[in-house]
């Protein structure tokens, strides 16, 4: 409709060149930019409708028109009311059309944009706030899309919205890839831009998934399933940008979902094991602790590592069932070994999700109290970003734990945002540095400056310092010179299930050796 206006409107720009004229053309094309962005209310300037009376009458009779099929529109479902967009039903069957309209050969594109942090304003700003979010979001993207078209011409795209903060376009006719992700990349820059409502300024950010058709799919299902799992993938990888879909993609994706439900039932089927990876003194060589750390004997993989599902674990919240089998574990373990008079500290891994239950210490103590293992044989540790963001009361929680006799560690330290006036404190034992700090050391100046530096702040708050992956005698020489009280690392031991930990610390003084 808006090029029948343009055209309209260069008809008459050419019969009346007058300077008139001329103003009341300007207003009239404001008007049809703001019919472009959704505004088909606001009544035609007087101006228009002085110089140009016919035109007016005749633009306000169109608007009406439109609005009245707007308005049946919306009284047949066809519309989300809040942005006025078409809705999921209605982007399904015209994107169904143009897909079949389209000639032989044709590359289509479907775009898949769901919001990042949109929850966040919901929760903390109020339904009706989040719905003017919404629309103004619609109209950010009403804009690139027609600023595309503008730049390239071709058929108008469609642009949805499906529900919630999940939005499709779908374009009839791009050239090659590269149009599609150009303007993936565009709308991703644009919602990143702040949104101002009623004072606030919001940061969202968008996950754009971008599929095309033949190359990922030729029915308009199968596109917006394939877009899907594009987005899915940027968003994983931190939002706020586009991803384009693949194979590999979609393998990827299949894996989390057999993953996610095989994850439910591996707990009872006892798939799961504990690796033990020691821990020595870097001054005596000493065996003074291990780390146990999860392994999946996958009936159909064999032995899965857990970075190929303790995020997913994190995500559907099954991590906290696994937590308690991992603490179980290691209670019947040290209560064993402390029979047998090995009385050595055994570390666990605690997700943040486990903090969030509000029984996790009650059943830390529980456990450990039934297995009859005195707390002193046992170390947590949380990761620096957990450590950093839980509540006081938490916090109060891990220090009187600390106060009976559990050891404390951060995990990964340098990889999140530490507060170091937190961090000083913070009920705390021990700092594991994490490997992306230590990996350069022997060849770089500036990572053992950086390096000695954390390890002196760590030693100066009264923690020790674990090195965690040190993989050569070079590296462990440089950190016991620098100071570093401990190391872990397959240059000395790699993680062992029970049997073998247990052969393998009966040669503690051969590693000592090793060691010192
Ligand atoms: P993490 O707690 O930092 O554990 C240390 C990781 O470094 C282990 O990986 C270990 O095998 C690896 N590592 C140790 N020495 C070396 C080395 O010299 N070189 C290299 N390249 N790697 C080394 P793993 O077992 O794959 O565990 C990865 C992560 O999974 C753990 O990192 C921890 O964050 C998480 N995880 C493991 N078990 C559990 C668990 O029971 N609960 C939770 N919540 N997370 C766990
Ligand atoms: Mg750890
Ligand atoms: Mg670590």
Redesign the pocket.
Known sequence: MAGLFCLLVAYIASERPNSEGARALSALGDRLLAVEQGDLTSPTPAVVREKLPKLATAVDTLFAEVRASIENAHALGMYDPVTSLPNRLNFRAEADKLLAGRSDGQMAAMLFVDLDRFKNVNDSLGHARGDQLLVMVANRLRVVVTAEIDDRGGPRPLLARLAGDEFTIFFPEVAAQADAERVARRIALAISEPFELHGHSIDIGASVGVALCPDHGVAIESLMRAADIAMYQAKSSGGGRYCLFSEALASEHQRKIDTEAALGEAVQRGEFL??L?PQLSLTTGEIVAA?????WNHPNEGMR???SF?PIA?QTGI?TE??DW?MSEVAAMLSVWQRDGVTRRLA????PR?LDRSDFFVRLRTTFEQAGVPLSLVEV?F?ETAAMHCSPEVLEEIASLRRDGVSVAI??FGTGYSNIARLRSMPLDRV?LD?SLIADIESSEKARVVVQAVVQLVKGIGAEVVA????TVAQADILRTMGCDTV????FA??MFEDEYLSWTRNSDRHARDVA
């Open positions: 504990l690796a990876q780390e146990a750390l999860l392994r590592q857990p970075s303790i994190e991590i696994l937590g991992v666990f891994n605690v997700s486990q540790e990761t995990d990964d594991k490997p965690e992956a040190v993989e872990q690392g397959f240059v790699q993680p």
